[in-house]
């Protein structure tokens, strides 16, 4: 089974602007969760969307986005940048079945110049 | 909410075994995971336990939790070179919210 796929990889911005990172998770899955990752502040969670629904929300500002479709690909957008918007975003994919482990992707490294 | 603590740093020679501690404050987590994290990579799950538990192995991974203390170990042992990471627990509690600790940073000495 392929894993989670996250794009892109790496992507510049400046402060202003508006990115939207994809996520696909391990086939058959169907909840998807987004984590921020910063020296600073460590691994937080953002938000969790099961079955093209927002099902948890962690401490993030309205400017901090997402939604997921049919297919259970999900898409968090981050609107208005701001240089603390610098980090690595992972998502992971779950069954929210029995364990309902969660299986990280390689993440995405967005940088705000 | 749900609080993690980690000592930063582990310094260990290879062949020895590690003890990485995890302490957490939500009584309620059901499972409790361990996550690797390699220079530029994402998260790599290692093992977890189920909270009704109190040991599990796992090949050369052994987790012990004390559900009373509300402390979670992950011992490795004959450790290697390719076992340097950061290493995160992670308890999971209400919903499908994970909760990690700053990370345990692991550096193998040959």
């Known amino acids: 089974k392929a894993g989670v796929t996250q794009t892109p990889r790496y992507l510049i911005k400046t402060r202003g602007q508006q990115v939207t990172l994809s996520c696909s998770p391990i086939s058959g899955h169907r909840s998807v969760s987004w984590y921020q990752q910063t020296p600073g502040q460590g691994l937080q969670f953002l938000f969790e969307?099961?079955?093209?629904?927002?099902?948890n929300k962690g401490n993030f500002p309205g400017r901090f986005s997402g939604r997921q479709f049919s297919n259970s690909r999900s898409e968090m957008n981050v609107s208005t940048l701001e240089l603390g918007d610098s980090a690595l975003y992972l998502c992971a994919s779950s069954t929210r079945a029995g364990t309902d482990t969660q299986y990280f992707g390689p993440g995405t490294r967005l940088t705000v110049l | 909410g749900e609080d993690v603590e980690q000592s930063l740093f582990l310094s260990v020679r290879e062949g020895d075994s590690s003890v990485i501690n995890c302490t957490y404050t939500?009584?309620?987590?059901?499972?409790l995971y361990w996550y690797k994290q390699e220079p530029g990579a994402g998260l790599q799950l290692l093992t977890y336990i189920f909270s009704n538990m109190d040991m599990k192995q796992d090949q050369r991974l052994t987790v012990l939790l004390n559900k009373k203390d509300k402390h979670l170990s992950l011992r490795i042992a004959d450790t290697q070179t390719g076992d340097s990471a950061i290493y995160f627990c992670?308890?999971?509690?209400?919903?499908?919210?994970?909760?990690f600790g700053g990370g345990t940073r692991v550096l193998v000495k040959p």
């Open positions: 992670a308890p999971k509690a209400a919903g499908n919210k994970l909760t």
């Open positions: 969307y099961f079955s093209e629904t927002q099902r």
């Open positions: 939500d009584s309620s987590s059901t499972y």
